[in-house]
Nanobody, 124 residues
Framework: VQLQASGGGLVQAGDSLRLSCAAS????????WAWFRQAPGKEREFVAA????????YYSESVKGRFTISVDNAKNTLYLQMNSLRPEDTVVYYC??????????????????WGQGTQVTVSS
């Protein structure tokens, strides 16, 4: 199984970015998908998730209304559209795949496979 994250970069506050995560080696539609992010020296933080069973999207309070998670089963790709970016969004973003129940959707424990991370830097 491979998850290849891409799309990070350097932008200014208020700009937008779209992250992508291309998956291979698994049946894409059988998994729930999520984005987490991690700053140096801190724990990995939940950002957004798409649950495989109820097909509902979930967001952290810090990104709700600004970020949108989506999946394209035909392309085996997960996306994170990030709008109105802020300097505090500057971290490494990771995509993840798992088959956990809803209870663990916001926890790293709910995901088995992880991408390599993509850096997002937002200047003020």
């Amino acid at each position: 199984v491979q998850l290849q994250a891409s799309g990070g970069g350097l932008v200014q506050a208020g700009d937008s970015l779209r992250l992508s995560c291309a998956a291979s080696g698994l049946t894409f539609s059988n998994y729930g998908w999520a984005w987490f992010r991690q700053a140096p020296g801190k724990e990995r933080e939940f950002v957004a998730a798409f649950h495989r069973s109820n097909r509902v999207s979930y967001y952290s309070e810090s990104v709700k209304g600004r970020f949108t998670i989506s999946v394209d089963n035909a392309k085996n790709t997960l996306y994170l559209q990030m709008n109105s970016l802020r300097p505090e969004d500057t971290v490494v973003y990771y995509c993840a795949a798992g088959q956990a129940i809803l209870t663990y959707i916001r926890s790293t424990a709910g995901y088995k496979y992880w991408g390599q991370g993509t850096q997002v830097t937002v200047s003020s």
